[in-house]
C-alpha cells in the first residue's frame, strides 16, 4: 500500500491561529511525502526512512521517536492489542524544519498508507488522517495551531479557527490561481522554540500582542475574500501587511527580512515569511512569467538557498 502527503504553506494569520485568529493555508503538490507499507516476512514492525538513515524495530525504538508515536496512534485508533507484521518505508523531498509541514505530511503519509494495507477505511479518511497526524504533532511541537495537519490531510486550500469544542476547518474556492516563489532562507528553525517564545512575549505583554493577533485575523479574513474574488493585488498587500506584524511579534529574521525585501524590490506583489519564523521559508506572490523570473532572480541574489514555484488554486 502507497500513501502519501504534500507539504504545506501558510498564506497568512501564522502564531495568531495558535490565539484562536484565523488562517490561511493551502498545499505545496510539489514536493510530498511518500509511505510503502508491505507485510514483513520477520517479526514485529519494521520503519525505514533512508531519508534520515533509519532502520529500527518498532518494539525497540524511542517511543517519542515521530514514526513510533505514528505507529501507536493507529494502534490505539483501530482497538489493536498488536500491530501484525509490517515494513513500512518512509521518503520525502520536504525540506526539513523549514515550515513546510514535513513532519505532519510523513505522519499523514503513513497513517494513510497503514490503514490501508490494515483495511482500516475509516481510519484513512481525511477527518481521521488530520486528527491522528494531530495527536502526533502535539510531541514535537508542544501546542500546535492545527493548520499543518488539516492542510496536508484534505490537501486543499483551507480557512481554518482553532477553537472549542471543534475547530472551523472550511475549505474554500480559489477563484484565480495564485503563482507563489516559495524561497528557503538555509536556516534551520523548530517550531516549538519559536511557539514558545511568542507565548512568553505574549504572557509578558498581553495587550500589544492581542492587537497583534487580532490584526492578523483581520487580515486572515481580508485575505479569503480576496481569494475568493480573485483579486491578487489585494491579496498582495494584505500579505505584506501580514508580514509587518509578523516583524513585531519578532519571529521574522535577517534573511526572511532581506529575501522579503528583494522580492519586494523586484516587483512581487506581496511577500512574506511562511511559517513558523526565525529562518524556514518566505512566499512572495507574482502575476506572471516575467515577474516570476525577476523575482526569483533576486531571491537567488539575495542568498535564498532554493526557489520553488507553486500554484494554489482549487481541487475538486
Known amino acids: 500500500m ?5 507539504g504545506k504553506i501558510i498564506l497568512f494569520g501564522e502564531h495568531a491561529v495558535v490565539y484562536g485568529r484565523p488562517a ?3 498545499p505545496v503538490s510539489q514536493v510530498r511525502a511518500t509511505a ?10 519494521r520503519i525505514i526512512a533512508p531519508d534520515l538513515d533509519a532502520d529500527f524495530l518498532l518494539d525497540e525504538a ?6 513510533v508515536a505514528t ?11 498488536r500491530l501484525p507484521n509490517l515494513t513500512v518505508t518512509v521518503r520525502s523531498d520536504i525540506p526539513i524544519a523549514s515550515g513546510l509541514g514535513s513532519g505532519a505530511a510523513i505522519t499523514a503519509a503513513v497513517i494513510r498508507a497503514v490503514a490501508g494495507q490494515l483495511g482500516l477505511a475509516r481510519l484513512a479518511t481525511d477527518e481521521w488522517v488530520s486528527g491522528l497526524t494531530y ?10 495551531s ?5 492542510v496536508v490531510a484534505y490537501e486543499k486550500p483551507v480557512y481554518f479557527v482553532r477553537q472549542q469544542p471543534r475547530n472551523i476547518i472550511e475549505t474554500f474556492k480559489v477563484k484565480r490561481p495564485l503563482r507563489l516563489l516559495v524561497a528557503d532562507t538555509g536556516v534551520r528553525s523548530s517550531t516549538k522554540i519559536a511557539v514558545g517564545d511568542v507565548r512568553r512575549h505574549w504572557e509578558a505583554a498581553p495587550i500589544q500582542f492581542e492587537a497583534l493577533f487580532d490584526g492578523c485575523g483581520r487580515i486572515a479574513a481580508a485575505a479569503r475574500t480576496a481569494i475568493e474574488a480573485g483579486d491578487v493585488t489585494a491579496i498582495g498587500r494584505l500579505m ?3 508580514q509587518r506584524l509578523l516583524v513585531e511579534m519578532t519571529v521574522s529574521s535577517p534573511e526572511l527580512d532581506a529575501l522579503v525585501a528583494a522580492a519586494l524590490r523586484a516587483g512581487a506583489l506581496g511577500a512574506k515569511l511562511s511559517g513558523a519564523g526565525r529562518g524556514g521559508n518566505m512566499i512572495a506572490l507574482v502575476e506572471d512569467e516575467e515577474m516570476e523570473t525577476a523575482v526569483r532572480q533576486a531571491l537567488l541574489a539575495a542568498n535564498a538557498h532554493t526557489v520553488l514555484t507553486t500554484t494554489i488554486k482549487s481541487r475538486n
Open 62 to 67: 524511542d517511543q517519542s521517536d515521530a514514526l
Open 135 to 144: 495527536e502526533v504533532e502535539k510531541i514535537h511541537h508542544g501546542t500546535p
Open 24 to 26: 490561511i493555508a493551502a
Open 240 to 242: 505584506t501587511e501580514n
Open 71 to 81: 505507529m501507536r496512534q493507529i494502534q490505539t485508533a483501530a482497538g489493536l492489542a
Open 2 to 6: 502507497i500513501a502519501s502527503a504534500p
Open 36 to 45: 510503502v507499507v508491505t507485510p514483513n516476512e520477520g517479526e514485529g514492525v
Open 146 to 150: 492545527g493548520i499543518d495537519n488539516t
